[in-house]
Antibody, heavy 120, light 106 residues
Framework: QVQLKESGPGLVQPSETLSLTCTVS????????VNWVRQPPGKGLEWMGT???????DYNSALKSRLSISRDTSKSQVFLKMNSLQTEDTAIYLC??????????????WGPGTMVTVSS | DIQMTQSPASLSASLGETVTIECRASEDIYNGLAWYQQKPGKSPQLLIY???SLHTGVPSRFSGSGSGTQYSLKINSLQSEDVASYFCQQYYDYPTFGGGTKLELK
């Protein structure tokens, strides 16, 4: 069955770089894109970016200057790197599989999420 | 960016009641709308896509409707397991989400 699971450090120092991994199973990264979405504690969801099945990427314009998404198809892993972290980047970070629809896409399977706290 | 305004922010209802949650887009999103359910401590689960299509395995008491800029999620005959937060997401443009509706039992 389709599964996604995020992993990474729970605590990051301000101004440092966040590195997260999403490991997927039950589907191929060359057939489906994978997105990163984050959710500050008790708040709503923010789409961060996607890596498409062809390896190209799209980013939220608000995060584009700090964000990079890449993948290793042989390991079924998608990576997120975001630099210059601040306290407002404290959130649960989730990866989700995309389903194309019309001009856009929605998310049909999600990982459980990983909590990242930015603090010294 | 397309802004999604979701209402109400919170809602209290009784078992067996019918509940409706609304989402308004800042421009026409041509039915590019999904609804998700998120239970406490869990990740979101897809309920509805294309404004009114039920995702596989979702109970038929959930339904979606709307067009243009106005969309709604209806839950018929509320069950205890429906206690959760609900989010809408537009995908006519880059994805953006509504602020969420927290549904509790009265």
């Amino acid at each position: 069955q389709v599964q996604l699971k995020e992993s990474g450090p729970g605590l990051v120092q301000p101004s440092e770089t966040l590195s997260l991994t999403c490991t997927v199973s039950g589907f191929s990264l060359t057939s489906y894109g994978v997105n990163w979405v984050r959710q500050p504690p008790g708040k709503g969801l923010e789409w961060m970016g996607t890596i498409w099945n062809d390896g190209s990427t799209d980013y939220n314009s608000a995060l584009k200057s700090r964000l990079s998404i890449s993948r290793d198809t042989s390991k079924s892993q998608v990576f997120l790197k975001m630099n210059s972290l601040q306290t407002e980047d404290t959130a649960i970070y989730l990866c989700a599989r995309e389903r194309p629809a019309g001009s856009g896409w929605y998310f049909d399977f999600w990982g459980p999420g990983t909590m990242v706290t930015v603090s010294s | 960016d397309i802004q999604m305004t979701q209402s109400p922010a919170s809602l209290s209802a009784s078992l067996g009641e019918t509940v409706t949650i609304e989402c308004r887009a800042s421009e026409d999103i041509y039915n590019g709308l999904a609804w998700y359910q998120q239970k406490p401590g869990k990740s979101p689960q897809l309920l509805i896509y294309n404004a009114n299509s039920l995702h596989t395995g979702v109970p038929s008491r959930f339904s979606g409707s709307g067009s243009g800029t106005q969309y709604s999620l209806k839950i018929n005959s509320l069950q205890s397991e429906d206690v959760a937060s609900y989010f809408c997401q537009q995908y006519y443009d880059y994805p953006t989400f509504g602020g969420g509706t927290k549904l509790e039992l009265k």
